[in-house]
C-alpha cells in the first residue's frame, strides 16, 4: 500500500517562503511522475509542479521562478519550496505519485495521494 504524507503546511504572509514536503512509502525513484498538486476553496484541484523520472522538471505558470520543486531517492522525499508568495497561493497542496506498469501485457496506470497540507498566505 503506497502512502504520502504532507508536511510543513502553514499561515505565511504575502512575500514570505514556506516549504512543504511529503513522505513516501515507496521508492520515489521508481514512481513514474511525482507532483504537486493544489485545490483552493471553491475551485478545482490544479496542477502545480512535477517531477518525472527522466525529463525536465514543469511548472504552472502562476508558480514559475517562484517555486521549486524537488526529491530526495534516497530519503524518498518530495519537497515544493515555494517563495514570493501570494494570497492566490492559498490552498491545499497535495503530493501525488503517478506510476504506470505494465500487467499481462497491459498499462496499468495509478495515481497515488496523499490527504493534503494546507497553506494559508495572508495579505
Known amino acids: 500500500q503506497v502512502q504520502l504524507v504532507e508536511s510543513g503546511g502553514g499561515l505565511v504572509q504575502a512575500g514570505g517562503s514556506l516549504t512543504v514536503s511529503c513522505a513516501a512509502s515507496?521508492?520515489?525513484?521508481?514512481?513514474?511522475?511525482m507532483a504537486w498538486y493544489r485545490q483552493a476553496p471553491g475551485k478545482q484541484r490544479e496542477l502545480v509542479a512535477k517531477?518525472?523520472?527522466?525529463?525536465?522538471?514543469t511548472y504552472a505558470d502562476s508558480v514559475k521562478g517562484r517555486f521549486i520543486i524537488s526529491k530526495d531517492n534516497s530519503k524518498n522525499i518530495l519537497a515544493l519550496q515555494m517563495n514570493s508568495l501570494k494570497p492566490e497561493d492559498t490552498a491545499v497542496y497535495y503530493c501525488?505519485?503517478?506510476?504506470?506498469?505494465?500487467?499481462?501485457?497491459?498499462?496499468?496506470?495509478?495515481?497515488?495521494w496523499g490527504e493534503g497540507t494546507l497553506v494559508t498566505v495572508s495579505t
Open positions: 515507496i521508492r520515489i525513484a521508481r514512481v513514474n511522475v
Open positions: 501525488n505519485a503517478h506510476i504506470v506498469d505494465v500487467v499481462s501485457g497491459r498499462w496499468d496506470v495509478k495515481d497515488y
Open positions: 517531477i518525472p523520472d527522466r525529463g525536465p522538471t
